[in-house]
Structures are given as structure tokens and as C-alpha cells.
């Protein structure tokens, strides 16, 4: 779970005056919720590791605005990472991304990567495939609230809806994820 | 909305024990018989979440480099200087908002201060202002030094008092006669004595002063005059009060 508000509030605080230390310290606390999110919806590591350096980047330069808005902290850099996934879609027409077969599993030599890493890579396709038949807004409340471990507040800040919607969301989007699964199978 | 409340609450719940071994998915369905229709696919696809976000999560030692990384681009784009480092803290709009609100705020106070200054100095006996013109009055002598501008200065409220007290008589306000005499005859006495510091600081500039005061005083009898001349017969008797006041003061002088 993603560290508390007083914590964040403190670092925050410090950031915001300029001490990047304790802005790498919020890095650490929330960076692996945001990998998560963005890595769930990306053909590849590498770019989910550096839209994930780019979420942060931005997030520093927008910090001295953070405060006017009054947005909890993780529900600003998740707001951050969906913008910056957009941005990211549209400069790389997902279409014209190299195919996942052409490229996972070796190296570019052509030696093969380790087996776990392949194993992982797999798995990482197979999640993709099976959230990609899944509605968008689906594939969002799913990713926010079991991959990143989002609370249903923090998830409906993120999503700009009511927490209740968020749960007949969630409601609606497991019975479909379950659907997709059996097809897959 | 209920049953969706319970199966989140299950999930949730039971999600962690699920994966520590303590249940089973069939054990928690078990428990909760009434709904396993609708628990079993979810919380199904919970656990396959579950399992999803451990092959989604960073590879080892990712977060610690990249922390690195952060803070080296950081301080690479952190302004220099300690006049970059405030303009770091807020942002273009909140300086450009706090500027144009103090400004707004400046003006405004002196256009108040300005609009008071100008009700106060219109004001005679009896008027809300009129505390303020005192104020005013008091305030300007506090701040002017030399003897000569003192003296000029009493002159000058001395005058204004003569005003004040032909305007009362003029708006039929009588009742604050008395108090405006007394307040002309210590303006006349204050004048003396500012015409006593005059001559003691500088004697050259002590016979224009004197003159100055006596033409004032003299004006103020002759205003005082035509007004008890053209006033009613009631108030002659606060008028001659005022007249004998300026008297004693060209007496004093002599």
C-alpha cells in the first residue's frame, strides 16, 4: 500500500522547497504503484521504466501547483501517469510497435535472455492480452485498485467518479475480467 | 449496490489470507453460500490480479537506480541562485496573483486614507470626521519641526476654527458653540506659545510671525462681527464670547 498522508505530507512539504532528496524518498514510497500502472498497459519494461522517470519529472516541475489544486498526492501522479500514457500512445501508435514475438526473449545479438526473464515476459504478455478485451474504464479500475493497491477513495479521486461508482464499477469489471479469462482459456 | 458492497468487503477481506495459505478460494466460498454465484468468479479474477501485479512489478534493484537517476535530473534542472529558488517554490500565476493583489490592496487603502482625509477635513463640530481632522491636525504638527512652520501651522488651525465656528452659527447648530470657543481660544494660546519658541530660536523671524498672527486675529474679529451682525439675537452672547477669546489673543500679542 502506498505510504500514508501524513508521511507524504511532510515530504511533500520538503520537495516543494526544493529538497529533492525528500522528493526521492516520495519516488520510493510510490513509484512501484505507478510502474505497476503503467507497466499493465505497455507492450514493453523499458518504456513502462521510463514513462515512469517521466511521471516523476513532471510531478516535481508541477509540485509548486500541487497545493492550489488540493488533490491527494497519489491521485495527482496517477493523474500525471494516465496524461503522460496518453501522451505516450500518441506519439507511438501502439499499431506500429515492433511485434512482442520479434523482439521478447532475446537479446540484440540474438542471444536469449534468461529463462526467468522470458517466463516474466510471458506472463506480462498474457496479462496485456487479457485486459486489452476488457473496457477501458474497466482495465482502469482493475489496474488501479489490485496492480497499483489503490484504496476505492484514492481510485475514485484518480477516475473523477463517486466512490459507490467505483464500486459497481470494480463489481462489473471482476465479472468480466473472470469472462475473459474463461475465453483465453 | 449491497451485495457489490459485501463482495468487496470479502475480497478484501480475504484476498491476503488466500495468498499466505491461511484459506482457500474454495474455503472463503464456503463461508459465504448465499452468494457463491456471484463471489466465486470475482474473487477469481481478484487472485488472478493478484498474481498479475507480481509479474507487473519492478525488477530488482530498478527503483533504488532510478531514484539516482531522478535526483541527479533534479538538481540538473534546479534553478541557481536564491532568487531561482523562491521563484522554484510558487508558480508564474501565483506570483503574478500575489503582486496585482497587493498593488489592488494599496491602492484601494489610499484611496480610502485619501476619501477620509478629504470627509475629516470638511468636517466641522459635531461630525463623525471630526475626530480625525483633530487626529490630522495633531499627526501634521508631530511631524513639522521648525519653529516658524509650528507657528504658521497653529495660524493656519486657528483660522479653521474661526471657520468651524461661523459655520455652526451659519447650520444653526448651537448646543456646539461652547466647545468649538474653547477650542479656538486653546488654538490662539497654542499659537502664542508657538510664537514664543519663534522668537527664542530665531529673532529675525519673530516680527513676521507676530504680524502674521495679528492679521490672522484681526481677520477673525471682523469675520466674527459681521456674523454677529447677520445672526439671530439667541446666539449673539456665544458669538460675543468667541469675539472677546480673539481679543484677548491681539491683547496677549500686543
Redesign the interface.
Known sequence: MPGSQDQDRELIRRAQRGDQHAFGDLYVIHAPAIFRYLFAQLENCMDAEDLTGEVFLKAWQSLPKYMERGVPFLAFLFRIAHNTLVDHYRQNNRLEQQAPDEMDGYHEDGTPEPVETVGKLLEHQKILAVLSKLRPDYQSVLTLRFISELSPEETARVMKRSVGAIRVLQHRALAALREALNEKQ | ?R???Q??KI?NDYLPSIGNGQETLESVVEKFPEMANELR??L???L???D??F?????PG??HD??K???T???E??PKGWLG?IF????AQ?WVFNIASTVMIILLLALVINSTALTARLSIPGDPFYTTKLFLEDARLAFTFDPVDRSNLHMEYSRQRTSEFVELVLDGDYDQLPAATTRLESEIIASLHALNRVTLADGAAKQPATAGLQHTLSNEISMLRILQQSSPQGVNAEIELAIQVVQAGVMALR
Open positions: 449496490m451485495t457489490e458492497r463482495i468487496e475480497i468468479p470475482r477469481e479474477a481478484a488472478w490480479l493478484r498479475a501485479r509479474a507487473l512489478a519492478t525488477r530498478y527503483i532510478s531514484r537517476y531522478l535526483e535530473k533534479i538538481e534542472s534546479q529558488k522554484r517554490q510558487h508558480t501565483h
